[in-house]
């Protein structure tokens, strides 16, 4: 059914101006008929959506899609227990006041989260770091890789006192060497 508020809004002014039933112009303007007749009656604002009010607004949810994008970017994924934490973290520091349920969010209402946002990102199976790097360590990719380097290191005239490597600090993404 279609759901704009210039179709519905045609819907109700063929009803009030007497032209068209509710049910007539329901099906004639493809909404729906109990949605038309509330709005009509000013029980619901003609922008209202059915069912129970979203818990977070569109720029809040912007907003998560936004700082996900940007953790992805510096490959910081969430697990869905941390999104859930982040989203909750979100809905508590909101300048709007509503109720919240204790149980708030589910783990299908995140999961309906990243449906409703699959352009933006998606969901992943986690993989061990030095699994996928053998795979992926072919001579050709290695060799790539250190040209690149290279290039960068000598476009931007990085000193070799400026450069770090993780294995002399001890800090790993696999967590210990044990």
């Given at each position: 059914?279609e759901r704009d508020?210039p179709?519905?809004?045609?819907?109700?002014?063929?009803v009030?101006?007497?032209?068209?039933?509710?049910?007539?112009a329901?099906?004639?303007f493809?909404v729906?008929?109990?949605?038309?007749?509330?709005?009509?009656s000013?029980?619901?604002?003609?922008?209202s959506?059915?069912?129970?009010d979203?818990?977070?607004t569109?720029?809040?949810?912007?907003?998560?899609?936004?700082?996900?994008?940007?953790?992805t970017l510096?490959?910081?994924?969430?697990?869905?227990t941390?999104?859930?934490?982040f989203i909750?973290?979100c809905?508590?520091?909101?300048?709007?006041?509503?109720?919240?349920p204790?149980t708030?969010?589910?783990?299908?209402y995140v999961?309906?989260?990243?449906?409703?946002?699959a352009?933006?990102?998606?969901t992943?199976s986690a993989?061990?770091?030095e699994a996928?790097?053998?795979?992926?360590?072919t001579v050709?990719v290695?060799e790539a890789?250190?040209a690149?380097i290279?290039?960068?290191?000598?476009?931007?005239n990085?000193?070799?006192?400026?450069?770090?490597?993780?294995?002399?600090?001890g800090a790993?993404a696999q967590?210990s060497?044990?």
């Amino acid at each position: 059914m279609e759901r704009d508020a210039p179709t519905i809004h045609a819907a109700m002014e063929a009803v009030r101006s007497k032209r068209m039933s509710t049910r007539s112009a329901a099906c004639h303007f493809g909404v729906g008929r109990m949605m038309l007749q509330r709005r009509i009656s000013g029980t619901v604002k003609l922008t209202s959506r059915n069912g129970r009010d979203p818990k977070l607004t569109a720029g809040e949810e912007l907003g998560i899609v936004e700082a996900v994008n940007e953790r992805t970017l510096h490959a910081q994924c969430f697990t869905m227990t941390e999104l859930a934490d982040f989203i909750r973290v979100c809905i508590e520091n909101s300048q709007y006041t509503r109720v919240v349920p204790d149980t708030f969010p589910s783990v299908t209402y995140v999961k309906t989260f990243i449906k409703r946002h699959a352009a933006q990102f998606s969901t992943r199976s986690a993989q061990a770091m030095e699994a996928v790097r053998a795979k992926r360590s072919t001579v050709e990719v290695v060799e790539a890789h250190y040209a690149n380097i290279a290039k960068v290191l000598e476009d931007n005239n990085v000193e070799p006192d400026c450069i770090w490597n993780l294995d002399e600090t001890g800090a790993s993404a696999q967590g210990s060497h044990n």
